[in-house]
């Protein structure tokens, strides 16, 4: 099978759904000429027009609510909002209008509506353009969460995305643009709320999302020479959220950690540990170990940038802190 980047994976499941259906634009600040920020929308506006490939003024605002407006009266707009930071000035347009207006109009109104942005630090960016806050979206009824953490489910879930009728957060990850994967030339399509298993274990369970599954198998194949085999489970989608799966895994390895970009407060981790707590209490074997940012603004000084970020010593010290209570 041949091996695409993950930027190059999301561009083509826009490029063939385009061809589908011409009700799919894009929108946003320099997506078109330019190729977006991180080149993911580069060709297409040579392909399919200004009409159809909108470059936006700087405003997350505007251009969001315009969206929008356009899902509602018979589009299925895509706006790329270049970091997820952003999303903050147009909070009252995602959480007030998009996620709400189907409820509110009690069916009548449909949103389909693709909202691409993307997470994490590490490219010195600094406070501003490194967070991670896609647990925001998680806690807002109306919105699905998408988060993919490998080239073939980035192209699969946005298939996924580009024919269902309600409001999508796609949430990417700067740092797996430039990582590349087994990707199949046919469509395909991967369901909402259905996570993989991205390596099977009896010892620990770790649910970690986006660049930290990576690093989590990494940890699982060095602690498996030490005779520990870890399962990694990558939920895909955080909203809806495979709680069985999860579940399922954490009674089979009576262990959990989390591993996630965002801050440990309140974060992806803290939700997944409060279901096992919940509903697979007694089949705990130790406690449960967070993995995530501090909670501190993501420093701009590269040694403290990368101090900042989790790493596979943050898992692999979660894994002994575990293990220790054998």
Same mark, same amino acid.
């Given at each position: 099978?041949?091996?695409?980047?993950?930027?190059?994976?999301?561009?083509?499941?826009?490029?063939?759904?385009?061809?589908?259906?011409? /009700?799919?634009?894009?929108?946003?600040?320099?997506?078109?000429?330019?190729?977006?920020?991180?080149?993911?929308? %580069?060709?297409?506006?040579?392909?399919?027009?200004?009409?159809?490939?909108?470059? &936006?003024?700087?405003?997350?605002?505007?251009?969001?609510?315009?969206?929008?407006?356009?899902?509602?009266?018979?589009?299925?707009?895509?706006?790329?909002?270049?970091?997820?930071?952003?999303?903050?000035?147009?909070?009252?347009?995602?959480?007030?209008?998009?996620?709400?207006?189907?409820?509110?109009?009690?069916?009548?109104?449909? %949103?389909?509506?693709?909202?691409?942005?993307?997470?994490?630090?590490?490219?010195?960016?600094?406070?501003? @353009?490194?967070?991670?806050? @896609?647990?925001?979206?998680? @806690?807002?009824?109306?919105?699905?969460?998408?988060?993919?953490?490998?080239?073939?489910?980035?192209?699969?879930?946005?298939?996924?995305?580009?024919?269902?009728?309600?409001?999508?957060?796609?949430?990417?990850?700067?740092?797996?643009?430039?990582?590349?994967?087994?990707?199949?030339?046919?469509?395909?399509?991967?369901?909402?709320?259905?996570?993989?298993?991205?390596?099977?274990? &009896?010892?620990?369970?770790?649910?970690?999302?986006?660049?930290?599954?990576?690093?989590?198998?990494?940890?699982?194949?060095?602690?498996?020479?030490?005779?520990?085999?870890?399962?990694?489970?990558?939920?895909?989608?955080?909203?809806?959220?495979?709680?069985?799966?999860?579940?399922?895994?954490?009674?089979?390895?009576?262990?959990?950690?989390?591993?996630?970009?965002?801050?440990?407060?309140?974060?992806?981790?803290?939700? %997944?540990?409060?279901?096992?707590?919940?509903?697979?209490?007694?089949?705990?074997?130790?406690?449960?170990? /967070?993995?995530?940012?501090?909670?501190?603004?993501?420093?701009?000084?590269?040694?403290?940038?990368?101090?900042?970020?989790?790493?596979?010593?943050?898992?692999?010290?979660?894994?002994?802190?575990?293990?220790?209570?054998?």
């Amino acid at each position: 099978m041949r091996e695409i980047t993950y930027a190059q994976a999301i561009n083509e499941a826009l490029r063939e759904n385009m061809r589908r259906n011409s /009700r799919i634009i894009l929108m946003g600040e320099d997506i078109g000429r330019y190729g977006g920020i991180f080149q993911v929308t %580069v060709g297409l506006l040579d392909e399919f027009g200004p009409e159809r490939v909108i470059d &936006t003024p700087i405003s997350e605002a505007g251009f969001v609510g315009t969206c929008v407006g356009a899902a509602m009266t018979g589009l299925h707009p895509v706006a790329e909002v270049m970091f997820i930071d952003f999303t903050t000035c147009a909070m009252d347009m995602i959480v007030n209008q998009m996620a709400k207006m189907h409820y509110m109009s009690g069916g009548r109104g449909k %949103v389909p509506f693709v909202l691409r942005t993307n997470i994490g630090a590490g490219r010195g960016a600094a406070a501003q @353009h490194s967070q991670s806050f @896609h647990s925001f979206f998680m @806690h807002i009824p109306g919105l699905k969460v998408v988060t993919p953490a490998t080239p073939y489910d980035a192209k699969g879930l946005m298939n996924t995305a580009l024919v269902d009728e309600n409001p999508v957060m796609f949430i990417e990850h700067k740092k797996l643009f430039i990582t590349k994967g087994h990707v199949p030339e046919e469509s395909y399509a991967i369901p909402f709320g259905k996570a993989d298993i991205k390596r099977e274990g &009896t010892d620990i369970t770790i649910v970690a999302t986006h660049a930290l599954v990576q690093k989590s198998l990494n940890v699982a194949e060095e602690m498996s020479r030490e005779g520990v085999e870890i399962e990694v489970l990558d939920p895909r989608t955080i909203s809806p959220l495979d709680r069985e799966a999860i579940l399922n895994s954490v009674k089979k390895t009576g262990k959990l950690i989390t591993a996630d970009e965002g801050c440990v407060t309140g974060g992806f981790g803290s939700e %997944v540990a409060a279901i096992v707590a919940q509903e697979a209490f007694d089949y705990l074997e130790a406690p449960i170990m /967070r993995v995530g940012s501090p909670d501190t603004p993501v420093p701009f000084s590269p040694p403290l940038e990368q101090f900042y970020i989790p790493d596979e010593g943050s898992i692999k010290d979660a894994a002994s802190r575990i293990l220790a209570y054998q």
